[in-house]
């Protein structure tokens, strides 16, 4: 791992670290900045919140686990019944992921890419109730993607890198690295 | 389920307790607790038992008795539009373990809900033109995807899938699966 001075000067192609490889001081940073540095941003707090309750199994003595998980319940449960964000600390998120506007966002994936693009009323999830949060049946999103408004991703497909899904999509299919696709349900747009 | 009203009868008017009759009123709070993983913190379960509330208080018959009951229900039922954006109005019939996955644009003004449905986040249950009465009716264990809308005097058929972002304008005979805009029927 390369020291601090020299990973700051490091360009995004360079810098190939995963989330977890940072601390959470680094992360936190590092998604203020992709916020524009702005911290009103219901976004942000969503990501922030995330960003802490993935590192409660991680911290240094099990007697922390039980408050830092309770203080992450509480702040989770602010921000979705607030700004209606529902991004569980089960789904694994990248670095600088982006989510634009608020309300009726829920993410409950697999695992979403570095710099991926969520828009408002996005649904992540399976396709039937009773399959519940079971892995195989969440998708993944990869990175670089971009999911309009109001689309939703259902079922264990898995969106390509740098892919584009239009406003109000309805996606049950895995898409191809770079494709865009449009309407419910979803179909790949020629070129 | 009772049979489908005409397309143009009038509302319900939540003069009665609308909640299901055959099981008592505390035991109907414990199944709705039990349907939503005895989640304390689940919007959908607030929701629903503030419109089981709104029905509860219609068996106090003397309206000055019934007064407190009234403006307690009134403030909760502005507060779930508020805080959660789910609007459930008491004079709809809902059936048992009615289960709202997430919470968030849920707007569901239907004249009838059977039992053991599922509604996602997004989902618009009403009308096509304001000043009708159309409403439609939802049969029993039908689940609904987000952001459906279902809308007009139709019926929804028992053990029907709704999927997601769909719009619903036309009678789903029982078991369907429907899915896309314009809507088109799925094998089952």
């Keep these: ?191 | 389920m009772s049979p489908v009203p005409a397309p143009d009868a009038p509302l319900p008017t939540g003069d009665v307790n609308g909640n299901p009759r055959d099981i008592g009123s505390l035991a109907l709070l414990a199944e709705d607790f039990r349907t939503y993983d005895r989640d304390p913190l689940a919007a959908g379960f607030w929701a629903v038992t503030v419109h089981r509330m709104g029905n509860w208080r219609m068996a106090i018959k003397p309206k000055w008795l019934r007064a407190p009951a009234t403006v307690a229900y009134r403030a909760a039922y502005r507060g779930v539009i508020a805080l959660w954006g789910i609007d459930l109005p008491y004079n709809m019939r809902i059936g048992r373990r009615f289960r709202l996955g997430h919470h968030g644009c849920v707007h569901i003004g239907a004249r009838e809900i059977g039992d053991d449905v599922t509604i996602q986040h997004s989902v618009t249950v009403g009308l096509i033109r304001h000043n009708t009465l159309r409403f439609p009716t939802i049969g029993n264990r039908v689940e609904i995807g987000p952001g459906a809308a279902i809308v007009g005097s139709i019926h929804v058929g028992d053990d029907s899938f709704v999927g997601a972002n769909t719009v619903v304008g036309r009678d789903l005979l029982p078991a369907s699966k429907v899915m896309g805009i314009p809507m088109r029927f799925e094998k089952p």
């Design chain 1, 1 to 191: 791992m390369p020291d601090r001075a020299v990973s700051e000067s490091l360009p995004r192609s360079i810098d190939r670290r995963t989330v977890d490889e940072l601390s959470l001081l680094e992360v936190l940073s590092e998604d203020f900045d992709a916020y524009g540095r702005h911290w009103v941003e219901p976004g942000l707090w969503a990501v922030a919140v995330h960003r802490l309750g993935a590192r409660v199994d991680r911290a240094p003595t099990p007697l922390l686990r039980g408050p830092l998980g309770l203080a992450h319940k509480v702040l989770f449960t602010t921000v979705d019944w607030i700004w209606g964000i529902h991004l569980p600390r089960t789904t694994q998120v990248g670095r600088r992921v982006r989510i634009w506007h608020n309300g009726s966002i829920f993410l409950n994936a697999r695992s979403i890419g570095n710099d991926v693009q969520i828009r408002h009323d996005t649904t992540l999830g399976s396709v039937r109730m009773k399959d519940g949060a079971r892995p195989e049946l969440l998708p993944t999103i990869e990175d670089g993607a971009e999911i309009g408004s109001g689309a939703c991703i259902l079922g264990g497909v898995n969106l390509g890198r740098g892919a584009v899904v239009g406003a109000n999509a309805v996606v049950l299919q895995s898409v191809p690295a770079g494709a865009t696709v449009f309407g419910v349900p979803a179909k790949i747009m020629p070129k």
